[in-house]
């Protein structure tokens, strides 16, 4: 079992930033993957960013060059970086693992971009 609890969403103008954190605990040591999605409302869940153990990133298009995904060695946190916030980044914010044979989801964290 992994637990994930996500912190550091809030209410930003646009153009602002906010930086996301997920902690993850219990069966850590298997965790080969972590990621962000987020869903706004109306819309499906969507990707948008991940991080291998090895340290290998990728980022949706829509992210790319203002949003960046960081994780300690261990893999048991995991922070998202959002600078020049966009109205259309209002989402619920939601931390993911992937272990070999299991997956597993945070909470959530609302992220409103507006003025």
């Known amino acids: 079992q992994v637990q994930l609890v996500e912190s550091g969403g809030g209410l930003v103008q646009p153009g602002g930033s906010l930086r996301l954190s997920c902690a993850a605990s219990?069966?850590?040591?298997?965790?080969?993957?972590l990621a962000w999605y987020r869903q706004a409302p109306g819309k499906q869940r969507e990707l948008v960013t991940t991080?291998?153990?090895?340290?290998?990133?990728n980022y949706a298009d829509s992210v790319k060059g203002r949003f960046t995904i960081s994780s300690n060695n261990a893999m048991n946190t995991v922070y998202l970086q959002m600078n020049i916030l966009k109205p259309e980044d209002t989402a619920v914010y939601y931390c993911?693992?992937?272990?070999?044979?299991?997956?597993?989801w945070g909470q959530g964290t609302q992220v409103t971009v507006s003025s």
């Open positions: 219990g069966r850590t040591f298997s965790i080969y993957e």
């Open positions: 993911y693992a992937r272990l070999p044979i299991k997956e597993y």
């Open positions: 991080i291998t153990k090895g340290g290998t990133t």
